[in-house]
């Protein structure tokens, strides 16, 4: 089980830290993932990380902006959002899969948290 936190309205240029927070034995050995989708779009790849926090990708869009983090002591993983921008404004989605390798692929994600929105004001 996935739980987002830490969305809310930021103005441009601003920051904010989402977490996600996760539930079950085998997180440290997950792959986790943040997702979006903007309102009439559909849900597009952000960042991933594997579990030892060696391989971390991003989507270019948010690639030098974004750090995406992960604590397996306390099975949570962050993503820390910077210099944000209206088109960053979406519901961010925490998602969670078994195998050890990232992917940037959706539907390789088992696990899905509900959701956490995120507006940036122009």
């Known amino acids: 089980q996935l739980a987002e936190s830490g969305g809310g309205l930021v103005q441009a240029g601003g920051s904010l830290r989402l977490t996600c927070a996760a539930s079950g034995t085998t997180f440290s050995s997950a792959s986790m993932a943040w997702f979006r989708q903007a309102p009439g779009k559909e849900r597009e790849f952000v960042a991933t990380i594997n579990g030892l926090s060696t391989i971390r990708y991003y989507s270019e869009a948010v690639e030098g902006r974004f750090t995406i983090s992960r604590d397996n002591a306390k099975k949570t993983m962050d993503l820390e959002m910077s210099r944000l921008k209206p088109e960053d404004t979406a519901v961010y989605y925490c998602?969670?899969?078994?195998?050890?390798?990232?992917?940037?692929?959706?539907?390789?994600?088992?696990?899905w948290g509900q959701g956490t929105q995120v507006t940036v004001s122009s």
């Open positions: 998602a969670g899969r078994s195998d050890t390798l990232p992917s940037t692929t959706r539907r390789l994600y088992e696990y």
